[in-house]
């Protein structure tokens, strides 16, 4: 029933290559789908406000390597200092995981209350993008 007398050299494997990131693109204004497909970039930066809105280890139908844990900073009363330096942490952790993604520059955090506002610059290798939320 089993091929067991299939040599080494007969099987053929096929590596999968890395295949430019697709996604459905999503109005986030509206909350639905547009019907356009994006690539690259767009949809980096697309994957890249998801994982941003989602707290992580919140939802469990979501692995604890998707979402950041930003809420945690909110309410608190610490100093601006440390908040930038978290924000960033914690964004860099939440989105690196992507081998797409190189990196992020130009972190901008503002924290209002209950609301953290924070504008970042991201690099990919399909160049770079702003990215506000």
């Known amino acids: ?3 067991f007398d299939i040599d080494d050299d007969e099987i053929n494997i ?9 996604d459905y693109e999503i109005d986030f204004n509206t909350g ?8 690259g970039l ?8 998801i994982v941003l809105s989602t707290d992580r280890y919140y939802y469990p139908q979501y692995s604890w390597d998707h979402g950041v844990e930003l809420s945690k900073l ?3 009363n610490y100093d601006e200092d440390y908040i930038k330096s978290e924000v960033k942490r914690m964004i860099s952790d939440a ?3 992507d081998k797409n993604i190189l990196g992020i520059e130009d972190l901008k955090c503002s924290m209002e ?5 924070v504008s970042f610059t991201i690099n990919t290798i399909y160049g770079g993008g702003e990215i506000n939320v």
Do not use: C, N, S, Y
């Open 1 to 3: 029933m089993f091929p």
């Open 14 to 22: 096929e590596v999968e290559e890395d295949k430019e990131p697709t």
């Open 32 to 39: 639905r789908l547009t019907g356009r497909i994006i690539t």
């Open 42 to 49: 767009d949809a980096i930066i697309q994957w890249v406000r």
């Open 74 to 76: 909110i309410g608190q």
């Open 95 to 97: 989105i690196l995981i």
């Open 113 to 117: 209350r209950d609301k953290l506002t």
